[in-house]
């Protein structure tokens, strides 16, 4: 029964994460439409498709990396007993909540060492080159970046020990919440002080992609607002408030500069152009 159960996880984990993420892109790119929080700089066009391509690119070049993904670890280690949960013979009703938790903590450290350093944050910079911040946004990503978080998804994953759904519904909440807090959408001010208790909301995340340093270097949080506070790397709002705020980096703003090719060569640039 067990050993069945485990199959239909691993058949179902592309489809199932497929229909979440395209659901959560329509629902965010149609509230976008109703409700934008801020004016585009550059056309919507060009940005959504050079930023579906890449994602495109980084799904068909996962599928050829690795002959499993993350959720085809956890079963492995299940079958295997690897890792602390299997150790420990933790129940699913505390290692499922209590694995997404962490695994939300170590993407938020993921973040951070990204930031820090200089080789990584040359990968990671493509994301954040992005001159408007809406649910195309969080598909952009370089393909060696997407790679290495994939390695450390495994990391952790090998470590823990999870059951294999607490995975796939890990990876379905990252990928939701991605396309939700990077959404150019409106949120009345106390919805979004009460949603941002418990969940990154789009303005949280939007003082993230600001062109200044100091509050680019804050936010770092994907599903859960908590490592922020407590890392002491929380900032409410940007300087110059949401609509006036600038997003991006200085130099790879330009509409020449989000073409495929030129984002994908973009971690050969030592240095940014001015």
Known sequence: METALLALILDSDSQVRLIAFLLGVALVGCWEVL????????????????NWLISILNSALLS?????????????????HWGLFNVLDLPALIS???FIVLFDLAIYWQ?????????????????HSDPDFDVSTGIRFHPLSIILSMLIKMLVVVSLGPPPVAVLLAEIILNVTAMFNHGNIYLPPKVDAAL????????????????IPEETNTNFGFNFPWWDRL???????????HTNMEIGIHGLQSA?????????????LKRVPE
Do not use: C
């Open 35 to 50: 409700a934008p929080r801020r004016s585009l700089s550059i056309s919507k066009l060009l940005r959504w498709e050079n």
């Open 64 to 80: 050829l990396v690795f002959p499993v993904l993350a959720v085809g670890v956890a079963i492995l280690a299940a079958e295997n």
């Open 96 to 98: 499922i909540p209590l």
């Open 111 to 127: 973040h951070r060492i990204y930031h820090m350093v200089p080789l990584l944050w040359r990968l990671h910079r493509m994301h």
């Open 196 to 211: 941002r208790l418990f969940v990154v909301t789009p303005d949280m995340h939007r003082v993230h992609h600001s062109v």
């Open 231 to 241: 890392f002491d790397t929380y900032r409410a709002q940007p300087g110059a408030g």
């Open 256 to 268: 020449r500069a989000q073409y495929l090719h030129r984002l994908l060569l973009q971690p050969l």
